[in-house]
């Protein structure tokens, strides 16, 4: 019998940030193996809010998070909105909130159900770093440096980056 949802079709994909490689799809799983931000991923399964993926250093499971779908831009640097929302289950398999998110219930977040139709539908808004910066200009936008916040770490790409914003 066919398991909907263990099964996945090969896919490729890029890593939005740096992440461990699990034996297991839970989070509390070995680690196996890791990748670093903007590495070209290869998409073997899906299961639940989890991906096994096949990377440079080794092959194992990443949240679906970690993870986007389609060609990698091998910066890693990419624009992607609404993303980080979303609700995935832990390794207890306890249906957890990984993002607060105003205006939903813990029993709306239990309730919802993964629709990788519209997760692709998201995924079709991201932009590159170039593309948001061409828009920008085109609308004779410019930076405002915010002194006060402090620079999260960054793998790759401009520190200053961070620390501006659109006017």
């Known amino acids: 019998m066919l398991q909907m949802g263990l099964s996945y079709a090969a896919e490729t994909g ?14 509390d799983a ?3 193996g890791n990748f670093t931000r903007g590495e070209s991923l290869q998409i073997l399964k899906k299961k ?3 991906l096994q993926v096949k990377a440079k250093k080794g092959t194992g499971w990443v949240r679906l998070l970690s993870v986007k779908r389609g060609v990698a831009t091998g910066s890693g640097n990419t624009v ?5 929302v979303a609700s995935g ?11 607060g998110i105003r205006g939903l219930s ?14 692709k539908a998201m995924e079709s808004y991201s932009v590159s770093v170039a593309q948001g910066q061409k828009f920008a200009s085109a609308g004779s ?6 002194s006060n916040l ?3 770490v960054q793998p790759t790409g401009n520190q200053n980056e961070s620390r501006k914003t659109i006017q």
């Open 80 to 84: 992607s909105g609404a993303l980080a």
């Open 150 to 152: 402090k620079a999260p």
């Open 106 to 119: 813990e029993a709306e977040l239990k309730a919802a159900k993964f629709n990788e139709t519209e997760i």
């Open 14 to 27: 890029s890593a939005l940030k740096n992440d461990t490689l699990r034996f297991e799809p839970y989070a």
């Open 89 to 99: 289950r832990a390794g207890t398999g306890q249906v957890v909130s990984t993002t």
């Open 141 to 146: 936008l410019k930076t405002v440096a915010f």
């Open 30 to 32: 070995k680690a196996v």
């Open 48 to 50: 639940g809010a989890w």
